[in-house]
């Protein structure tokens, strides 16, 4: 199907800023179809699996038929489940974010009935409800449906399943005769082909099964990380695994651009792809990353349709993507030409699901890693290092250095595997208080830096909250933070110059006893 963007749809404009605000671009295919057919007052039928957007396609035309100013109830959406929802209850009102006036409530078993009565008589539009709870209500008489316009069944197969035939024909029965019906389910049974004869009218079909897609040739690992850590954790892998080319995907325009900046403040070499860029300044990104120019794109699924690189060895997924279909498309740009590609996803919390989902889906294991700690990262370095100057001692004429080094023994007291030491520490950047230009910060101790932290005594702070923060926020280890000297208002702390970088990162703007603290680099006049 031919790409559709939610402009296209006749959308009203307070719909169309949330949507913009969500960070979508393009209709995923349900919606183009679903979203002109209902915005038409036809009924519907749409046979979609979860994952396909179809809470947005029946949401977005409920919400513009509703009348803000009219308090009564107009729409009800009846779901099988109450995390289902309160998940389409909480997608519904981010689409109704500038829209004023218009109410919408989940109810479901398990919540007190008082509360949700309560809530009801402020006078609600929209009811996102499970069959049961809203059949109480109706009993009751604290759900009149005289004013209502539309009825949407969603998951209704599933509803089938888990018994609620009766109250769903029950509920057919009680709402008016003018009404839509729309029906969604990702298979269509015997009784739900009974209900849309019974109470649809002419209703339009609409299909949409997703393709079977497998992802062979990649690697695919994923890391739990809160929200905050990602910039750090991705950080770290891309200096692990060092790719010569990487796309990180984001979903929404805001984060590819505060990441791009977060990543050129990190040194590296990043550029960011979206649909509110021009297509001059999308062409030459894409020049510079075909080039080398560029090592990292961080773009949004609708801008990374043209990427077609063979070079890029790692993709990541910075934000899960909302469509499982995307994780296929978005991995699918490593891996080409024969090579191994690796890809690696960012999950947090309850995202641990919708990551077995998209396992599921996609006929794939996905393999759970470690978060690379900093040590990691300089074995990591180490390592690599090693590995170039085995090769240099293979292929390359050292003579005029050896003899250095032969001079060197013989002048001093230096071993030749001490030159070899220094000259390694030298190589991996241990001096990193120089290359860093942080200058002299008035460490103590050889090797460390300095840091001023704008929190104290009489913000009764102990040297614990100090170390805690430290270790917590950024990783490293506790031991290795040297003297903690603590005054009335602030504290001065030193820390190996290797670290110091990745401590003033990832602890600024955090919050030691409830104050938010600021971290940097000593100033030694």
Not at 15 to 30: D, H, L, N, Q, W
Not at 62 to 88: H, M, S, Y
Not at 434 to 439: Q, R, S, Y
Request: glycine share 8%.
């Amino acid at each position: 199907m031919e790409e559709v963007r939610f402009e296209e749809l006749g959308i009203g404009p307070e719909i169309m800023r949330a949507v913009k605000k969500m960070g979508f671009e393009e209709a995923s295919p349900i919606q183009a179809k679903a979203i002109p057919v209902m915005m038409s007052g036809r009924d519907l039928i749409g046979q979609a699996q979860t994952g396909t957007g179809k809470t947005a396609a029946f949401g977005i035309p409920l919400l513009e038929k509703i009348d803000p100013k009219n308090k009564k109830l107009q729409a009800i959406v009846l779901c099988p489940t109450r995390e289902l929802a309160i998940q389409v209850a909480e997608e519904i009102r981010h689409l109704a974010w500038y829209m004023h006036g218009i109410k919408v409530l989940p109810i479901y078993g398990g919540q007190e009935i008082v509360k949700q009565i309560r809530s009801l008589k402020g006078g609600i539009q929209l009811i996102i409800g499970t069959p049961g709870r809203v059949m109480d209500h109706m009993r009751r008489k604290t759900i009149r449906m005289e004013h209502l316009h539309t009825v949407v069944l969603d998951e209704a197969d599933e509803m089938l399943n888990m018994g609620f035939r009766e109250d769903i024909e029950t509920i057919l029965e009680e709402v008016p005769e003018e009404r839509q019906t729309v029906l969604f389910s990702a298979t269509m049974p015997k009784p739900i082909l009974d209900i849309t004869k019974k109470y649809q009218k002419h209703a339009e079909l609409i299909k949409v099964t997703k393709k079977e897609l497998t992802v062979p040739g990649i690697e695919q690992y994923y890391y739990e990380v809160k929200p905050k850590n990602k910039e750090e954790v991705l950080s770290r892998i891309l200096d692990i695994y060092n790719p010569k080319l990487s796309v990180v995907f984001c979903n929404t325009k805001k984060q590819v651009d505060l990441l791009v900046n977060g990543l050129l403040g990190r040194g590296y070499f990043a550029a960011g792809l979206h649909g509110d860029m021009k297509q001059a300044q999308r062409d030459r990104v894409m020049e510079g990353f075909r080039k080398g120019k560029t090592d990292i794109l961080v773009a949004t699924d609708v801008a990374a349709r043209g990427i077609d690189v063979d070079e890029v060895e790692a993709v990541f997924n910075y934000d899960l993507p909302q469509d499982d279909e995307y994780y296929v498309h978005r991995i699918g740009r490593t891996g080409r030409a024969g090579r191994v590609g690796r890809s690696f996803s960012f999950v947090s919390g309850r995202e641990v699901y919708k990551l077995k989902e998209i396992q599921r889906y996609c006929k794939t294991k996905i393999y759970a890693q470690k978060v690379p700690s900093l040590n990691d990262v300089a074995n990591t370095k180490i390592e690599k290092l090693m590995d170039t100057v085995n090769r240099m001692i293979e292929e390359e004429d050292l003579t005029m250095y050896l003899q250095l080094i032969q001079s060197e023994v013989n002048d001093t007291d230096h071993t030749s595997m001490d030159i070899a030491a220094a000259l390694l520490k030298l190589c991996a950047g241990k001096k990193e208080d120089k290359e860093e230009g942080f200058g002299d910060t008035g460490a103590e101790e050889p090797g460390m830096i300095r840091l001023f932290i704008n929190i104290g005594k009489k913000d009764r702070a102990k040297p614990g909250d100090i170390l805690g923060a430290l270790a917590g926020e950024s990783g490293i280890p506790g031991k290795v933070v040297g003297m903690i000297d603590m005054y009335d208002k602030y504290t001065f702390v030193e820390v190996p110059a290797e670290y110091a970088r990745e401590i003033i990162n990832s602890v600024n703007n955090t919050k030691i006893r409830g104050k938010s603290v600021a971290v940097e680099p000593a100033n030694q006049k």
